[in-house]
């Protein structure tokens, strides 16, 4: 019976064939281990020279990295491996020979395994990174269906710049010039106001000239937007969600978590609530902690998030930034308006800024005032505007950037790891 490894545990004792890529092995003159991949994952088989034919003993023995097999053998129970099972193997019918797999199980250069991008996701870790991609993803649908969201797909192609137009990647449009989204935010928006509540689940494009283990020119986000949710209660929201989806990963990805020997108990201390820290007090504490050259009104960069961050267990929420230094449709505090309604929120252990959020100005001639001062004019706007005039109403939302949440629940250090297939300032290949 055909099978595959991840569902070995229901075939104990039985014979089986799976379908398989060989990617390690270990032979002496009477047995031969084989570390079989298929996909659905890894594991074990044993061939023993004095139990197979000796036509499937040399099969064995000469088998090379990568070579796909049929292999057939009885499904046992192996207390030393993670995994906990190993297959008896009775017989090898080769479908493919490889040759000079280019990736070999001694250490490679970054550059050398970013080139093989294609071959290295077969890798046991590339392979349990995006395992828990997966996870998160399936989680987040979950989480979002349970809580009667729904969820709407912004357009990728579009007129208008959501976060600001210096990071826009242009492209034609027939006759007239679009741009690759940066946000689905503006889009959500207008659909919260038809669903309620609304998430999205996408890829943001950001020509971003930054060479960091933080960011991406493509990564994928979700941008849940609700109406009738003011910001305080939006941050309940996303604490909830990002503690069920880290409980998710907890539950359902053991093997993958040990397979990156990530420190569990970290995350098992990733429940709701989260703190929370105004940007003022941030500006004080990163004073105290000795980056004295920090005014208030800057920008935080990496070193200042991981500052901040290193005070607490959980991820911490940096509400109410200076306007100036935040999107132009953020609502500003009542009584300060200087600030604005939003958090960022940084993951910790040095992972930074996972979620971005905020309540939207609802007022319409508040955002006339700013679409002037940020200089967004032109008929590409207008429906932006029409919101705020037909039943306005209080309204927030945020986006979570995927790969860093992942970097983060995974415990891998750069963001190029977290994405199937990067692309980044130096790299569009493969
Ligand atoms: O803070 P950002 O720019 O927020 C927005 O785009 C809002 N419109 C979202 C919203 O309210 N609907 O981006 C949100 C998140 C960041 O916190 C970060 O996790 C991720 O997206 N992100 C990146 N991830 C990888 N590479 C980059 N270049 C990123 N830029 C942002
Ligand atoms: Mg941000």
Not at 130 to 138: A, G, T, V, Y
Not at 388 to 401: A, E, M
Request: net charge negative; glycine share 6%; charged share 25%.
């Amino acid at each position: 019976m055909k099978t595959t490894i991840s569902q070995v545990a229901n075939h104990l004792e039985k014979t089986v064939t799976i379908g398989a890529w060989l990617s390690n092995k270990r032979s002496s003159g009477k047995i031969a281990f084989l570390q079989l991949r298929d996909g659905t994952g890894f594991m074990q088989g044993v061939v023993v020279k004095s139990d197979v034919l000796e036509e499937t003993f040399q099969i064995a023995k000469g088998l090379t990295q990568e070579t796909s097999i049929y292999v057939t053998g009885k499904i046992v129970e192996d207390t030393r491996s993670k995994f906990g099972y190993e297959m008896q193997v009775s017989n090898i019918e080769v479908i493919h020979e490889s040759h000079d797999y280019p990736i070999t199980p001694k250490e490679h250069g970054i550059e050398f395994l970013m080139d093989h991008r294609h071959l290295w996701l077969r890798s046991k870790k590339q392979h349990a990174v995006m395992k828990i991609r997966n996870e998160i993803i399936r989680s987040t649908y979950n989480f979002f269906n349970e809580n009667g969201y729904v969820k709407i797909d912004p357009p990728i192609l579009t007129g208008s710049s959501a976060e600001g137009t210096t990071e826009l990647f242009h492209t034609k449009y027939f006759e007239e010039e679009a741009y690759l989204s940066q946000s689905g935010q503006l889009y959500m928006e207008a659909a919260a106001m038809a669903f309620g509540k609304v998430f999205s689940f996408g890829p943001t494009f950001r020509a971003e000239k930054s060479k960091t283990r933080r960011h991406l020119i493509e990564f994928w986000m979700i941008e849940p937007e609700m109406a009738f949710v003011t910001h305080e209660e939006s941050l309940e929201i996303q604490e909830n969600y990002v503690s069920y989806i880290v409980k998710s990963v907890l539950d359902n990805c053991q093997l993958e978590l040990d397979i990156l020997e990530r420190d569990v108990t970290k995350l098992e201390k990733i429940t709701a609530p989260f703190p929370r820290i105004s940007y003022d007090d941030a500006i004080s504490l990163l004073k105290e902690k000795g980056f004295t050259d920090i005014e208030w009104g800057e920008d935080f960069g990496a070193p200042h998030e991981t500052a901040i961050a290193e005070d607490f267990d959980k991820p911490v929420f940096i509400t109410n930034y200076p306007s100036d230094i935040k999107a132009f449709y953020m609502k500003p505090v009542a009584d300060r308006p200087e600030v604005v309604l939003c958090a960022d929120l940084i993951a910790p252990e040095g992972y930074g800024e996972i979620i971005g959020g905020s309540q939207r100005i609802d007022d319409l001639d508040l955002m006339k005032e700013r679409y002037e001062q940020h200089g967004l004019t032109g008929p590409e706007y207008e429906w932006y505007l029409e919101l705020r005039k037909y039943g306005s109403v209080p309204h927030s939302g945020f986006g979570l950037g995927l790969e860093r949440t992942v970097a983060w629940i995974s415990g891998v250090d750069h963001v190029r790891e977290t994405i199937p297939f990067p692309r980044l300032l130096n790299r569009l290949y493969p």
